[in-house]
């Protein structure tokens, strides 16, 4: 009885060591760009037997973009097209940019991303993310494409609330750096995640404390559409995400 209980704790001992491992190896491989490869390949299939629409508002980023299913009816009468990947930095999204942004020569681009920068196990800064949205920025430019960048804030999450002060400076430093260049902007939705007291908004969130359930992708929503209006992208007919 005693050998097959050690036997048994043993089995389990594996098991959880080879668990542990294997959730090491994706969060030191999502660092890498070509983590990705398979999604971007899926984007370009897609394009192929359902061709986007030109001169849309393009919507790139990790997963707050990805799940964001119900984008094309949320924006409208903006039209949009969606490529968010995964856990996506911004880094990654530069990378990719020759094959997810310059094909569809887009009239604006939302950049959501930096939460996943911050969460990085190697390690990144507020600074790092300044750094990464610059070089975003020059890589657009680079491939002619004028078109205006929204940045949408960092937001806090229950299960990283420990990174908001982290989140919270990079916000700071990406609106100073918008304020400096005209066809840069910041979009500010973080404050709506947080409660009178400075604490994030459970309510706001699905089970796993990081993905936004409906409220709180209203909540977002909500400002990223006024500020696209505003500007004067909305008079086209608003279609689904690609």
Do not use: C
């Amino acid at each position: 009885m005693r050998r097959s209980l050690l036997m048994i704790g043993g089995m389990i001992f594996l098991a959880a060591l080879a668990l542990f491992g294997f959730l090491l190896y994706v969060l030191l491989a999502s660092g890498d760009p070509a983590y990705w490869a398979g999604d971007i390949s899926g984007f370009e299939r897609r394009d192929v037997s359902n061709p986007p629409p030109r001169g849309a508002v393009l919507f790139v980023g990790d997963d707050d973009v990805r799940q964001w299913t119900t984008l094309g009816t949320d924006m409208a009468p903006v039209t949009t097209i969606a490529r968010g990947f995964g856990g996506a930095q911004i880094s990654h999204i530069t990378f990719y940019v020759p094959r997810i942004v310059v094909p569809y020569r887009p009239r604006a681009i939302v950049l959501i991303a930096g939460e996943s920068d911050l969460s990085d196990v190697r390690g990144r800064r507020p600074e790092d993310v300044l750094d990464d949205l610059k070089t975003f920025v020059a890589t657009v430019r680079e491939a002619r494409i004028a078109a205006p960048i929204y940045f949408v804030s960092i937001h806090p999450e229950p299960m990283r609330s420990s990174r908001w002060l982290g989140a919270k400076r990079a916000n700071a430093l990406v609106k100073a750096y918008a304020e400096s260049d005209p066809r840069v902007h910041y979009i500010e939705t973080a404050d709506g995640f947080l409660d009178g007291a400075g604490n994030v908004r459970d309510e706001l969130f699905r089970w796993d404390g990081l993905s936004l359930n409906e409220k709180g992708r209203a909540l977002m929503a909500a400002e990223i559409k006024k500020t696209l209006v505003r500007d004067g992208f909305g008079p086209r007919t608003a279609s689904s995400p690609q």
